[in-house]
């Protein structure tokens, strides 16, 4: 007689499926990971201009014999930045009005109908399309300047940009400086342009803190 033991045991089932279900789960987390799916992003910083401490100065030829460099004493605006995506945003307002060149006359003269016309259009704005980086810094900011209600494309080199904590180590904070040409021509400014010079520089310096957005 046979004993039990000595029956061919019942086959198993295989079990590799099995082990296979964690390998499955691991590969679709990662593939989830690299696509950024269910991944947090930090959100887009927001920065104030602060009024107090940025300005927007300007230099043109004069005479062809020494260059004239003013200032307009009043900027505000907003910053966005994601330094992720590199992406984000500037909006500058200028109040044209401000003109300060150390002299009143010709302040007065800059602010009339001939030049700024500051009455009617008491408002420069540049507002960025595109944002430029190179190696994770920010090099240019491309966008629409209006000036005396005209519009143009400008190109603006970013000469310096940091962030960090305020003097009062108590908020973030970022200061930049950029520069452009412009052709004062192209916004309607013809005046006196044998007196003086048709290209100007025109450059941002601005401190900003950080908000919540």
Do not use: H, N
Not at 4 to 14: E, H, M, Y
């Amino acid at each position: 007689m046979t004993s039990a033991s000595s029956f061919p045991s019942r086959p198993t089932r295989d079990s590799a499926p099995a082990r296979q279900v964690p390998a499955l789960r691991s590969a679709l987390a990662a593939l989830l990971v690299a696509a950024g799916v269910g991944t947090a992003r930090a959100e887009p910083q927001v920065f104030q201009v602060e009024p107090e401490t940025s300005s927007a100065e300007f230099s043109v030829s004069q005479l062809g014999l020494f260059t004239q460099r003013s200032r307009f004493g009043r900027a505000s605006g907003t910053i966005v930045l994601d330094t992720e995506r590199r992406s984000g945003s500037f909006d500058l307002i200028v109040d044209a009005t401000s003109v300060d060149t150390g002299w009143g006359a010709r302040d007065d003269w800059l602010r009339s109908e001939s030049m700024f016309d500051a009455s009617r259009y008491p408002m420069m704005r540049f507002r960025s399309t595109g944002l430029v980086f190179s190696q994770g810094r920010l090099v240019s900011v491309v966008g629409l300047l209006t000036l005396r209600d005209v519009t143009r494309q400008v190109s603006f080199k970013v000469e310096r940009f940091q962030c960090g904590l305020g003097a009062e180590r108590s908020r973030d904070g970022c200061g930049a400086g950029a520069l452009a040409t412009i052709r004062r021509s192209d916004f309607g400014m013809t005046t006196a342009l044998g007196l003086v010079g048709d290209e100007v520089e025109l450059s941002f310096q601005v401190t900003a803190s950080r908000v919540q957005p």
